[in-house]
């Protein structure tokens, strides 16, 4: 399926992540002491989810020929250890309301979603 790594040096909280075929660097913003040279761990769960969820309601859109005309996702996590969640909120356009509350359903079935509203093992070797 899919799979990545993550290398950090010398630069303080400034990470290296190839995923996928694709570099990407995270970072912690200045106010907990890294560089904000890229998205924080958890803005990239956010990141993942809003992707993911848009591209789901995407290609439904499209096999139900529908005229979906454009979608945004706005994502945010709130609460702390014990309480955290996130509020996420469709914009959809071009569609009828009929139309926007399934995509609104389908939303909780995406791969992602329902991967984090379910947990997910992880398991950890040294090398």
């Given at each position: 399926m899919a799979q990545?790594?993550?290398?950090?040096?010398?630069?303080?909280?400034?990470?290296?992540i190839e995923v996928g075929g694709h570099a990407l660097i995270a970072d912690e913003p200045e106010s907990l002491g890294g560089g904000n040279l890229g998205p924080a761990p958890?803005?990239?769960?956010?990141?993942?989810?809003?992707?993911?969820?848009?591209?789901?309601?995407?290609?439904?859109?499209?096999?139900?020929?529908?005229?979906?005309?454009?979608?945004?996702?706005?994502?945010?996590?709130?609460?702390?250890?014990?309480?955290?969640?996130?509020?996420?909120?469709?914009?959809?356009m071009g569609l009828d309301e009929a139309q926007k509350a399934k995509l609104a359903d389908v939303?909780?079935?995406?791969p992602v979603t329902l991967t984090l509203k379910g947990g997910l093992p992880i398991e950890t070797h040294l090398a």
């Open positions: 990545g790594t993550a290398h950090i040096g010398k630069d303080r909280y400034r990470t290296q958890f803005d990239l769960l956010l990141a993942s989810l809003g992707a993911c969820t848009a591209i789901t309601l995407r290609m439904y859109a499209e096999k139900k020929e529908w005229p979906l005309e454009s979608l945004n996702v706005a994502l945010r996590l709130s609460g702390g250890k014990d309480d955290r969640r996130i509020d996420r909120i469709l914009t959809i939303a909780e079935r995406t």
